[in-house]
């Protein structure tokens, strides 16, 4: 792995038995969370920022956004903000904030910004996440430019839904690298 990998978790961050911290924990070189002061109810403008002040401290070049649900939906927005040319972006099931069954307390993440990102991208869906109906990520990959996969029912791609390490994910992120 030849990148700089920064791992961006979603809301109420990632276990320590989420494939992101499980990555981390494997490739500690090249994966860095990006940690958020508030992690249970998040502002979308302090994500950005945060994620922009990391970005800057890297060779922009290199960096492969690591993104998980709400994560997915910062990496967006930021893009818009900043439109930083870093290598790409890795989008695992990015949280619909417009959603109904998107209940949580969360500030300016919505609307989710439809822009092509400009950088290359793959999101990764399940067809029965409860957060984001695979349509919808198939209109966020398509408005984005990414490439889109669906893993079929696999819920939200996250521990409780039994994904530890996630080797088929660290192969897909090999593939957008």
Known sequence: ???????????GNSSQNHWQT?????????????????WDSPKCSDWIEKIEDEVQKRNISDVVLVAHSLGGAA???WAKKYKTPIKAAFLVAPSDCEAETYTFETEGFSPIPLEKLPFKSIVVSSSN????????AKLFAESWGSEFINIGDKDHINADAGFGEWLEGLELLEKLD
């Open 1 to 11: 792995m030849n990148s700089t990998y920064l791992v961006i978790p979603g809301l």
């Open 22 to 38: 499980l990555w981390e924990i494997r490739f500690p070189d090249n994966f860095t969370r990006i940690n958020q002061e508030n």
């Open 75 to 77: 990496v967006t927005h």
């Open 129 to 136: 996440d409860y957060y984001v109906a695979l349509e919808r």
